[in-house]
């Protein structure tokens, strides 16, 4: 078996319809799937079942222990050389392990590999625009790698591999959620395994259906990032703290204008400064989501999203450094933390 798909699952049967429905169409077909049900109230079982002639598949239920060792314990019983992880809200272009099989066979030094993720035609506009915003170079689009840095890619769990070498070295996911991601692919890399972004093994990434849920989600990504601090020190770096100087502006640059009218008799001209790099940003969003995804009807809702983008993960990583660095009121984990292998790290991650 080349390939063992692993899907956690928790409460989304209409999800993982979907996913395996795509998964039937791929071209290349030597991989098996792995759903694992995490403690969920609204079983998938039936769902599961209905695609065994047509799939390699097997379903598991298992109390509820969140995302990260929901993985392992698909880890646990795969079969395959590789572990793919997707998330339930994906779909699996149908030429995504013929490509990834042939970048492995011309790369064999590779043991961890992640891929980027799209909008599907059949996303809704929002979908596709916070789809966008997630990848746009004008927000946090682009910092967790590129081509440009191939061999140091840090994947996230959304859309990546690791071959079996690489999870007997690792032990899989030390935590089980708030980062866990980020935390695994940093320890993988610093053990020394070579790990690459693969740029056309893309998915269709639905994220989330509406702009709250998109704040929730972002804000959690931020606290997240502190959660990292503790596995290793030196991560948080000042490239995080963009999205929260972003926060701090946004709330500043009102009342600016404000005092620069009203308080110096400022003219209208002088008194909009402080507005002047927001309505710029906005604007470059605009057009940059238009000329990329040629629709006006997704582009006018990338400003919103890219807003709550930045100010979301900015007053998440904020709020959660004040409470556990600077107040110390309690360790950031959230869920159990596992003992893994205690293998030599090799580098320092610099991401």
């Known amino acids: 078996m080349r390939f063992?798909?692993?899907?956690?699952?928790?409460?989304?049967?209409?999800?993982?319809?979907?996913?395996l429905?795509?998964?039937?169409?791929?071209?290349?077909?030597?991989?098996?799937?792995?759903?694992?049900?995490?403690?969920s109230d609204?079983?998938?079982r039936g769902i599961v079942e209905g695609f065994q002639s047509q799939?390699?598949?097997?379903?598991?239920?298992?109390?509820?222990?969140?995302?990260?060792?929901?993985?392992?314990?698909?880890?646990?019983r795969a079969k395959g050389d590789?572990?793919?992880?997707?998330?339930?809200?994906?779909?699996?272009?149908?030429?995504?392990?013929?490509?990834?099989?042939?970048?492995?066979?011309a790369h064999p030094e590779v043991e961890v590999y992640g891929g980027p993720d799209a909008a599907h035609g059949s996303f809704t506009a929002l979908q596709k625009a916070i789809s966008?915003?997630?990848?746009?170079?004008?927000?946090?689009?682009?910092?967790?790698?590129?081509?440009?840095?191939?061999?140091?890619?840090?994947?996230?769990?959304?859309?990546?591999?690791?071959?079996r070498k690489a999870w007997e070295v690792s032990g899989g996911y030390k935590i089980s959620v708030k980062g866990e991601d980020i935390e695994f692919s940093m320890r993988l890399i610093a053990h020394g395994l070579h790990s690459v972004l693969i740029?056309?093994?893309?998915?269709?990434?639905?994220r989330r259906t509406d702009f709250a849920q998109f704040k929730k989600q972002v804000h959690f990504f931020g606290t997240a990032r502190v959660n990292i601090r503790?596995?290793?020190?030196?991560s948080l770096k000042l490239v995080h703290w963009m999205p929260t100087a972003f926060l701090v502006y946004e709330m500043l640059m009102f009342p600016a204008a404000f005092m620069l009218w009203w308080g110096l008799g400022c003219g209208a001209a002088l008194s909009a400064l402080p507005l002047v790099p927001f309505v710029v940003w906005q604007s470059a969003l605009l057009m940059e989501a238009w000329m990329a995804t040629g629709s006006l009807r997704v582009a006018r809702l990338v400003p919103k999203a890219a807003r709550i983008q930045l100010s979301s993960y900015g007053m998440g990583l904020l709020s959660e450094y004040v409470s556990v660095v600077v107040l110390k009121r309690r360790e950031t984990t959230i869920g159990e933390v596992r003992e893994v292998p205690e293998l030599p790290i090799q580098s320092t991650p610099g991401a």
């Open 4 to 19: 063992s798909v692993i899907v956690p699952l928790f409460n989304r049967p209409d999800e993982i319809a979907e996913l």
């Open 21 to 39: 429905e795509s998964l039937t169409k791929q071209s290349y077909t030597d991989f098996e799937v792995l759903v694992v049900e995490d403690g």
């Open 42 to 44: 609204q079983d998938a």
């Open 55 to 76: 799939l390699d598949i097997h379903y598991f239920w298992k109390e509820n222990t969140r995302q990260g060792f929901t993985r392992n314990f698909g880890f646990e």
């Open 82 to 105: 590789w572990f793919v992880v997707f998330d339930s809200d994906c779909l699996i272009p149908e030429a995504y392990f013929e490509c990834v099989a042939a970048h492995l066979d």
């Open 132 to 163: 966008h915003t997630m990848t746009s170079p004008l927000t946090t689009g682009g910092i967790r790698g590129g081509r440009r840095n191939v061999g140091t890619y840090h994947p996230r769990s959304f859309n990546m591999g690791i071959s």
């Open 199 to 206: 740029p056309e093994a893309h998915v269709y990434h639905k």
């Open 230 to 234: 503790q596995f290793f020190p030196g």
